[in-house]
């Protein structure tokens, strides 16, 4: 009897707090009707990193839809059509719309730089539940600079344009996260590599060993 009470007890708990995790989690994410097409996204890195973006969105439904957009890295206007985006933006049924942003983004550092970029477009203040179609990210490097020492994603093609080393990054149905790169002003080749063992953690306290490798690819090696 005792068993069986308390089965009831641990239902009830459960059914009180899935429609609560639920809601939870629709309050984190955009469940509307728009959609993220494609993002295609160029960078010119210098003193500042310019920005050239364009994200292509799509309502999918029968109905029209309002929605408040903003680029998460930037509290700078939108545009539409190359005139200023202003809150809500109405979607017809089905209606595919362009929306474009420039701006600059701070580059830290001395002689090693770093450069961070959030690609996130927020729908009401957040990010879309839905994958992005196509993602593209183009970046061309300072003048003189002929590597990144380090970067979070792999890129997926990199040459050289009018003299200047590019990287991109080019992804199919992926949620848009933050891309950070790294590169020397020092006439090096660095790079850094990291690596950690074991693994995986399966016992409590266990240590974990973190190896990181600064490369000079001109000079010798540092650790």
């Not at 292509?56 to 890295?73: G, P």
């Not at 927020?122 to 490097?141: V, Y």
Request: negative net charge; aromatic residues 6%.
């Amino acid at each position: 009897m005792k068993a069986k009470i308390t089965a009831i007890i641990v239902m009830l708990l459960l059914g009180t707090l899935c429609p609560f995790q639920l809601a939870l989690a629709g309050d984190l994410f955009y469940s509307g009707d728009i959609i993220i097409d494609s993002i295609i996204i160029s960078m010119e890195a210098d003193e500042e990193a310019t920005i050239n973006a364009e994200y292509i969105l799509t309502n999918r439904s029968e109905h029209s839809e309002k929605v408040d957009l903003r680029f998460a890295q930037s509290l700078l206007p939108l545009q539409v059509n190359g005139e200023e985006l202003c809150d809500p933006v109405v979607f017809k049924p089905h209606e595919q719309k362009s929306i474009n942003l420039t701006r600059n983004i701070n580059i830290t550092g001395e002689t090693t730089k770093t450069l961070s970029l959030d690609p996130t477009m927020l729908f009401n203040g957040k990010p879309n539940s839905e994958p992005t179609g196509a993602l593209l990210i183009t970046i061309l490097l300072p003048q003189g600079i002929s590597s990144l020492a380090w970067t979070n994603q792999e890129p997926n093609e990199e040459g050289f344009e009018d003299g200047r080393k590019f990287y991109s990054w080019d992804n199919a149905d992926i949620y848009p996260t933050m891309l950070c790169l790294k590169w020397s002003t020092l006439q090096v080749e660095l790079s850094v590599e990291k690596s950690v063992t074991p693994r995986e953690i399966t016992t409590p306290n266990q240590i974990i060993n973190i190896e990181i490798n600064l490369h000079n690819g001109c000079l010798n090696d540092y650790r």
